[in-house]
């Protein structure tokens, strides 16, 4: 049973930062790729990054230049280092593992619970 746990979210200022951290665990078949996802209140669930296990990376417009993804493979870990956040950052955030297609498009076949990311003005 493959299990992604995220960690680090909570309520930060505008122009501040934080680090999420993803643990993957329960036989996740390697090599794979990790992601980072968000969902707002009423908004579709969005791509913000993904990282290949050989550590290519790909991000979304809106978090490029403020965003940086990374993994420690060693510890099937993954992190997103979130820097000059705005309130529109704000979202649960949600880990993912092992990219696939769904209707031609990105996704992934393993998900977690998500933590909750809130910026102030």
């Known amino acids: 049973q493959v299990q992604l746990v995220e960690s680090g979210g909570g309520l930060v200022q505008a122009g501040g930062s934080l680090r999420l951290s993803c643990a993957a665990s329960?036989?996740?078949?390697?090599?794979?790729?990790m992601g980072w996802y968000r969902q707002a209140p009423g908004k579709e669930r969005e791509f913000v990054a993904d990282?290949?296990?050989?550590?290519?990376?790909t991000y979304a417009d809106s978090v490029k230049g403020r965003f940086t993804i990374s993994r420690d493979n060693a510890k099937n870990t993954g992190y997103l280092q979130m820097n000059s956040l705005k309130p529109e950052d704000t979202a649960i955030y949600l880990c993912a593992a092992e990219r696939t297609l769904r209707n031609s498009e990105r996704w992934f076949n393993y998900w977690g619970q998500g933590t909750q990311v809130t910026v102030s003005s």
């Open positions: 990282i290949s296990w050989t550590g290519d990376t």
């Open positions: 329960g036989g996740v078949r390697h090599p794979f790729t």
